[in-house]
T-cell receptor, first 107, second 117 residues
């Protein structure tokens, strides 16, 4: 079977750092994605990991441990516009999404 | 380069009618995914298609739902005899053919929001 777990909701303060975790159990693995989705809008691509380690892209970083079936998305210097849902997705023979983590940013 | 185009953006149907949702992938993309999203929930996989070929339809309900991606024209998700539970946002995403061992990043359309009365 396939299962992707991430927290339902998180709250953080503007200017702070937040880490959103994702664990997965899939029959195969060919990469892990993070997407951002604002309410009522389409998801947009944030990051991709296929090898273990950290990928950094500006204020956002994503980490992968294939042996642990674990990834996290790290958001630094949080801004109000970062209030959104963050979707973890895994590709084996197709791309499957977790249920998403709604991130609330407090001023 | 135009993005993924979905239409209609909003569709209202009465129970028992048919809903037909269209998706034109980005230029050069030959793979299309359809996902369903209920309010404040994640994206639920429905079907993965290549031109003239269904690769994986394991997420499609066995009755009333069908999808195609013809050689010419957009991909179409068809829902027959709609029921209230079909009300949702339906997102289409496309990826390029060389995505097999590369990032395989999906590019999403803006979604089609179906309301069944």
């Amino acid at each position: 079977g396939q299962n992707i777990d991430q927290p339902t909701e998180m709250t953080a303060t503007e200017g702070a750092i937040v880490q959103i975790n994702c664990t997965y159990q899939t029959s195969g693995f060919n990469g892990l994605f993070w997407y951002q989705q604002h309410a009522g809008e389409a998801p947009t691509f944030l990051s991709y990991n296929v090898l273990d380690g950290l990928e950094e892209k500006g204020r956002f970083s994503s980490f992968l441990s294939r042996s642990k079936g674990y990834s996290y998305l790290l958001l630094k210097e949080l801004q109000m516009k970062d209030s959104a849902s963050y979707l973890c997705a895994v590709r084996d023979d197709k791309i499957i999404f977790g249920k998403g983590t709604r991130l609330h940013i407090l001023p | 380069n135009a993005g993924v185009m979905q239409n209609p953006r909003h569709l209202v149907r009465r129970r028992g009618q048919e809903a037909r949702l269209r998706c034109s992938p980005m230029k050069g993309h030959s793979h299309v995914y359809w996902y369903r999203q209920l309010p404040e929930e994640g994206l639920k996989f429905m079907v993965y298609l290549q031109k003239e070929n269904i690769i994986d339809e394991s997420g499609m309900p066995k009755e009333r739902f069908s999808a195609e991606f013809p050689k010419e024209g957009p991909s179409i998700l068809r829902i027959q005899q709609v029921v209230r539970g079909d009300s949702a946002a339906y997102f289409c995403a496309s990826s390029p053919p060389e995505a097999g061992m590369n990032t395989g990043e999906l590019f999403f359309g803006e979604g089609s929001r179906l309301t069944v009365l």
